[in-house]
């Protein structure tokens, strides 16, 4: 199969990729995983008090797509309230990266993971 | 029919994988297409469906991940579908630690037993949750049946970690 331009890109130089402290109150961490394939996703977003995401990293094991698919959403959250992040759908992921049927279920993944890591925000903050 | 009772054994994830591979061989035996060469083509198109009929039965139940699938779905148990994701964050999170540790392997100073090592945990982590699993399947009640299905989810992370070893293997030790 294979890859588009995007995702060679993305695969190639990884935007975003590392870690921080999960213990850091306004640090939130997503982890997702899909039973299909084996793949893991760490998702970490650094909120500010207004609740805009100022920092992004990431951490995936797994194909070239669930590699694209959170290396383009560290780029694509950067910036934006946590509202307006909890509004991306992995049909826009799988577009922008022209993800092929059977990688759809990675931008789903990488959609996921923003919303887990934004319950984990909020879950941190009440 | 089902693939337990094609082989004439009880529904259980405790099965003899000797005596599976004896029935096995037998029954495709008795649908062999040479057994079939003057018999009418709606027989010999019979035989090629049991055969591929058997033959499906067999690599479920000799796989233990399969086989426990294949059990859960026999007593209706509702399968989440693989796609949809998994959020067991401390899980995930060991899961993340173990494909480091694999990753790690290449740069240790003594990469035979790091390897070893890596090995050995793995193998250890997989049999502990599939005795959980087992005694779970057997316990068989809606609870347990629960419980079974969310660690076979676990398995396949696990059975994906497996396929990285052999990789890893290959990579290092294949010269």
Redesign the interface.
């Known amino acids: 199969m294979a890859y588009s331009e995007k995702v060679i890109d993305h695969y190639e130089n990884p935007r975003n990729v590392g870690s921080m402290d999960k213990n850091d109150p306004s640090v939130a961490t997503g982890m997702v995983g899909a039973p299909a394939c084996g793949d893991v996703m760490k998702l970490q977003l650094k909120i500010s008090k207004d609740g805009i995401i100022e920092d992004a990293k990431f951490k995936t094991y797994g194909c070239g797509s669930a590699i694209a698919s959170s290396s383009l959403v560290t780029e694509w959250v950067k910036g934006k309230s946590i509202e307006e992040a909890g509004k991306i759908k992995n049909t826009a992921i799988a577009e922008e990266l022209a993800l092929p049927p059977v990688k759809i279920h990675c931008s789903i993944l990488a959609e996921d993971a923003i919303k887990a890591a934004i319950e984990d925000y909020k879950s941190k903050q009440s | 029919m089902n693939y337990f009772q094609l082989f004439g054994i009880e529904i259980s994830f405790d099965v003899d994988l000797s005596h599976l591979s004896q029935s096995y061989q037998a029954l495709q035996k008795a649908v062999h297409p040479d057994r079939f060469a003057h018999a009418s083509s709606q027989d010999q198109l019979l035989a090629v469906q049991k055969s591929a009929e058997i033959n499906d039965a067999y690599q479920t139940l000799k796989q233990p991940l399969k086989r426990a699938e294949y059990i859960l779905t026999l007593r209706g148990v509702d399968m989440p579908n693989?796609?949809q994701?998994?959020?067991?964050?401390s899980?995930?999170?060991q899961?993340?630690e173990l494909?480091e540790m694999l990753g790690d392997v290449k740069f240790a100073d003594d990469i035979d037993s790091a390897f070893t090592h890596a090995q050995q945990v793995l193998a250890q982590e997989y049999q502990q949750l599939v005795d959980v699993m087992q005694q779970q399947i057997f316990e068989n009640n809606t609870v347990t049946n629960a419980l079974a299905c969310d660690n076979l989810?676990?398995l396949?992370?696990y059975?994906?970690?497996n396929?990285e070893l052999d990789r890893l293997e290959d990579s290092l030790f294949d010269d």
Request: charged share 35%; net charge positive.
């Open positions: 693989e796609q994701s998994f959020s067991d964050t899980f995930l999170m899961q993340m494909r989810r676990k396949k992370f059975q994906k970690l396929i």
